[in-house]
């Protein structure tokens, strides 16, 4: 039987990629000249760190870093910005998490969506991704616009497309 996998992933060397150029745009902007801020990617757990002296400064770089994934082709939609927290002196740290594999409550909003489209095909939640199947591969290809069409909190790709 024809199936497809929806799952939510974010390319590691693209997300390096994007992180490097806005850490290149900060470093050579005027606002930041002399500023002691950092941006770091912790590759093993997709956590973008920053650490600045302001409000107004770390907007700014969260703003580059969003611009620079959106140039890259990467869904802003993935990035979960954690809470403030004061670092030493009057330096301000964050913490960007990368959310990677859909969530359950995510994939149960999948789930019921495709159930309620009417469309004859068996959706499966199978641990961070969601294995939809049918007889026919238009169907599938319905499921795929239906869900292009909806939000559901993070982006989703449609990958193993199978006959």
Same mark, same amino acid.
């Given at each position: 039987?024809?199936?497809?996998?929806?799952?939510?992933?974010?390319?590691?060397?693209?997300? +390096?990629?994007?992180?490097?150029?806005?850490?290149?745009?900060?470093?050579?902007?005027?606002?930041?000249?002399?500023? =002691?801020?950092?941006?770091?990617?912790?590759?093993?757990?997709?956590?973008?760190?920053?650490?600045?002296? +302001?409000?107004?400064?770390?907007?700014?770089?969260?703003?580059?870093?969003?611009?620079?994934?959106?140039?890259?082709?990467?869904?802003?939609?993935?990035?979960?910005?954690?809470?403030?927290?004061?670092?030493?002196?009057?330096?301000?740290?964050?913490?960007?998490?990368?959310?990677?594999?859909? +969530?359950?409550?995510?994939? =149960?909003?999948?789930?019921?969506?495709?159930?309620?489209?009417?469309?004859?095909?068996?959706?499966?939640?199978?641990?961070?991704?969601?294995?939809?199947?049918?007889?026919?591969? +238009?169907?599938?290809?319905?499921?795929?616009?239906?869900?292009?069409?909806?939000?559901?909190?993070?982006?989703?790709?449609?990958?193993?497309?199978?006959?």
């Amino acid at each position: 039987m024809p199936s497809f996998d929806i799952v939510s992933k974010v390319d590691a060397q693209t997300l +390096d990629n994007a992180v490097n150029n806005a850490k290149k745009e900060i470093l050579n902007r005027y606002d930041f000249n002399g500023s =002691k801020s950092t941006i770091e990617l912790d590759k093993k757990t997709n956590v973008i760190t920053v650490v600045t002296e +302001d409000d107004m400064r770390l907007k700014a770089i969260q703003d580059s870093i969003i611009s620079r994934m959106m140039k890259q082709q990467l869904d802003p939609k993935s990035i979960d910005f954690g809470k403030e927290i004061a670092a030493s002196g009057n330096m301000i740290r964050k913490e960007l998490t990368i959310k990677e594999g859909i +969530d359950k409550e995510a994939a =149960k909003k999948i789930v019921a969506k495709i159930k309620s489209s009417g469309l004859k095909v068996q959706p499966a939640i199978m641990d961070d991704q969601v294995r939809v199947t049918a007889k026919k591969i +238009d169907d599938l290809q319905a499921v795929i616009s239906l869900c292009r069409n909806e939000d559901f909190g993070q982006p989703l790709q449609f990958i193993n497309m199978r006959n």
